[in-house]
Structures are given as C-alpha cells and as structure tokens.
C-alpha cells in the first residue's frame, strides 16, 4: 500500500504564530496527486487543495501556503499568522482508486 | 445540488443486528467510495465504485457489503454488527477517480454498536 505519513499527531499554537504540517507520502508512480483536507470541529471535511505532481511550485492562498517537494516525497502545509478559526484536525491524502489519508493532525490555536 | 446526502445521521444498533447507511449524490459522479474514520487512523477506505455495476473492496473491507445499481447510490451494508464497527462513516464521490478531480463528502454518520 502506498502510504501517507503524518507524523505529528497534535500542535499547539498560540494565535499569530506560524505553524506547518507535514505529510509524507509513498508512491511508484510517476504521475500522481496530492490533498489536503480540513476537518473542524463541526466534523465536515473541507477541501482545501489539490497538487500534481508535474508541479513542484509552492502555492499560496491568503494565509496558506502548501511546499511540495518530489525529492523528498513531501507534501507540506503552513498557516501564516494563524487565528483561532483555524483548529481543526488537517488531512492529507494521495488520491487513487485505492485512496490513502494521513493519521491526521489536530491544530488547536489558542487565543 | 443536493451534493453528497447521507442517512441516518446517527444510529446505534446492538451487536449481531444489520443495516444499511445510504448514500446518494446528485453530480452525476462516476467514483464513489466509503470511508471509517476512527481517532487517531484518519479515514480508511472500505468500498469503492468507478462506475455503476462496479465496485471495489478498500483497505478496511470485512464485514461490510455495497451494491452500485445506480450513479446516483451507493449503499453501505453492515451485514452482523459488531462493537469494533463504531465509528464515523463518511461517503464521498468524485467525477473521476485518482485525484484529476476534487473528492466531494457527505455530512456522515455516526454509528455506535453496543
């Protein structure tokens, strides 16, 4: 199975602070996507993004900014100046028929 | 849309008792597929779809039956329930498998096995 990692199971922030994610992720393929999704409190899954792997461009939205990095199979998310909005637990996922996700992250951001 | 609809919402069953989870979407999306979300393992995929008539067994199968009779549904059976199988389901679908497309999801259900 292709897996993905996420190694941190829990962050806590304090507001303003920055914080990244990471994901690590297995694949043979040469050609291949990447997500991320966000789970709130209220337990929904929010998507927040999806990557190929043909780019290897960082990507920015607003406060979120997602570095994807082939050479080492990673796939990782930061939050700029986080608000407390942002607690949630942080999923990210390989996309396939067979369709893996990460552990998941819990992010708590205090006030 | 409608989007991804699931029900019941919440349910307890006693062990050793059926049932089925429902799910239905109206994008007209070819992929759809289950998924169990337990704390601390994410979302493990139980069954998928790529088209009506076919389905696929996931990473977590046992104990669990689906049927693709339509694009639009796809029900999730447990056929004996057991306390292991508590657990937040969530049913998801997407134009196209392997990720050239976003994964929608339902709201879940939450189920409990006493």
């Known amino acids: 199975a292709q897996k993905v990692t996420q190694a941190q199971t829990e962050i806590s922030v304090v507001e303003k602070e920055d914080v990244t994610l990471d994901c690590v992720y297995e694949?043979?393929?040469?050609?291949?996507?990447l997500f991320w999704y966000k789970q709130p409190p209220s337990g929904e899954l929010v998507f927040l993004i999806r990557?190929?792997?043909?780019?290897?461009q960082n990507e920015i939205s607003g406060r979120y900014s997602w570095n994807f990095q082939k050479s080492t199979s990673s796939f990782n998310f930061t939050i700029t100046a986080s608000q407390v909005v942002d607690s949630a637990v942080y999923f990210c996922?390989?996309?396939?028929?067979?369709?893996?996700f990460g552990a998941g992250t819990r992010l708590t951001v205090k006030p | 849309n409608a989007g991804v609809t699931q029900t019941p919402k919440f349910q307890v069953l006693k062990t050793g008792q059926s049932m089925t989870l429902q799910c239905a979407q109206d994008?007209?999306?070819?992929?759809m597929s289950w998924y169990r979300q337990d704390p601390g393992m994410g979302l493990r995929l139980i069954h998928y779809?790529?088209?009506?008539?076919?389905?696929d067994q996931g990473e977590v199968p046992n104990g669990y039956n689906v049927s693709r009779s339509t694009t639009e549904d796809f029900p999730l059976r447990l056929l004996s329930a057991a306390p292991s199988q508590t657990s937040v389901y969530f049913c998801?679908?997407?134009?196209?498998?392997?990720?050239?497309?976003?994964?929608?999801f339902g709201p879940g259900t939450r189920l409990t096995v006493t």
């Open positions: 994008m007209n999306h070819e992929y």
């Open positions: 998801a679908s997407s134009y196209i498998a392997g990720g050239d497309h976003e994964q929608y």
């Open positions: 779809s790529v088209g009506a008539g076919i389905t």
């Open positions: 694949t043979r393929d040469t050609t291949y996507y």
């Open positions: 990557r190929n792997s043909f780019d290897e």
């Open positions: 996922a390989r996309p396939n028929n067979d369709m893996r």
